[in-house]
């Protein structure tokens, strides 16, 4: 009995050494994977190898790309070997509908069907292509395309008492919400809207192409509206930051020099909105595709004909996990009762200087939003 059980295991194991050795003949080559996936559970998309406490994206995509066998067990442990790159390291609970990730696989058949299904129903491969042996997702991509939805009632007016499930928003705030969303368009030193990158650092100058609001919608009874930003790059938490500042602004906590003022070479205290609503959309790569988009072997990384795909997903994966768990844990509501905590007015040295007496009586003298502090 214990022969047979050996002779088993041995089958088993030449038959996989075969498979592999059948996948050693086939020539790597160099793709992109499309990606979308829901981030809730997820610690970001980064892998952090050798830990396995905080689970990501990638964990669950190597996995599954070792088991479909287009690509070696090793690989899967030191994914230098597989050339890989993300186009964005989303963070924590940060979902994804266009996600772009390069690296060099065993072009198997039916590659795409054999990852998913290796994978969870909220991760899924929507597309893939061949590029340059030399391409890599991150520095190739000229610019990120991200979507914020949120609940409407996060630009409700601090002094006005309202319903969560009962406000809408008017006119004249979206407008004001996409004024403000406005001034963030051409090229800034975000210093102040992430964590270690001091004023004087070169890196935290960013280009923002376009920034605005959509018009609201309702889903279960709650209103929400998307944002939508494109930039070249971004820092971590920087669009949470971009977002928590201008509803800050329109709730009446803060005054709108402070967009100015956050610029300049002073600390200035900005609040970071909820990761639940936020969506990488869309990566793009127009330089690559001028280049290498019609060269007669290579496609653009466009994915026309993948859209559809992208929004049925959206709609059945990402959309319902922001609704559902801003319903039940209700992050946008608990989050915006912290606004008041934060100091619009002092600078950095200001806070450290005052003490608590002082600090209380500026935070009410600021609150009307006079006066024009900007550099």
């Not at 070997?81 to 186009?87: D, L, P």
């Not at 971590?236 to 020099?257: C, D, P, T």
């Not at 934060?342 to 939003?369: C, I, R, W």
């Amino acid at each position: 009995e214990e022969n047979g059980h050996q002779n088993k295991k041995l089958k088993s194991d030449a038959d996989e050494e075969d498979a592999e050795d059948q996948n050693k003949k086939l020539p790597k080559r160099k793709i992109v994977l499309l990606m979308a996936y829901s981030g809730k559970g997820y610690h970001g998309m980064q892998r952090n190898v050798g830990s396995s406490q905080f689970k990501t994206i990638e964990d669950d995509l190597v996995s599954a790309l070792v088991q479909s066998g287009c690509i070696p067990e090793n690989h899967g442990e030191d994914m230098k070997k597989m050339s890989f790159q993300r186009c964005a390291r989303t963070d924590k609970g940060v979902s994804a509908a266009g996600q772009i990730v390069s690296l060099k696989v065993w072009l198997i058949d039916d590659i795409l069907e054999k990852i998913n299904n290796h994978l969870p129903s909220h991760i899924r491969i929507l597309g893939l292509k061949r590029v340059t042996g030399g391409f890599n997702s991150k520095n190739k991509c000229d610019a990120r395309t991200y979507s914020y939805m949120l609940p409407t009632f996060a630009f409700a007016h601090k002094d006005h008492d309202v319903q969560e499930e009962l406000y809408r928003l008017d006119r004249e705030t979206l407008e004001r919400v996409n004024q403000l969303l406005a001034c963030y368009k051409g090229t800034h030193n975000f210093h102040n809207f992430t964590s270690q990158k001091g004023p004087r650092d070169p890196s935290a100058k960013r280009y923002i192409m376009e920034m605005y609001c959509g018009e609201p919608f309702v889903r279960e009874n709650v209103e929400f509206a998307v944002i939508q930003v494109k930039g070249q790059s971004f820092m971590m938490h920087q669009i949470r930051k971009m977002i928590g500042l201008v509803i800050a602004i329109v709730k009446g906590y803060a005054a709108e020099s402070i967009v100015e003022r956050s610029w300049g070479e002073e600390k200035v205290d900005v609040p970071k909105a909820p990761g639940l609503g936020l969506v990488l959309e869309k990566v793009h790569f127009e330089k690559y595709n001028r280049r290498f988009g019609n060269d007669g072997l290579h496609e653009p990384l466009e994915w026309t004909e993948e859209e559809e795909k992208i929004a049925v997903f959206k709609e059945q994966y990402i959309y319902p996990t922001i609704i559902n768990t801003e319903r039940e844990e209700k992050s946008m509501a608990n989050w915006l009762k912290t606004l008041p905590i934060h100091d619009f007015n002092s600078s950095a040295v200001e806070m450290q200087t005052n003490n608590k007496n002082s600090k209380k009586s500026d935070d009410l003298e600021g609150s009307d939003g006079c006066g024009d502090d900007s550099d």
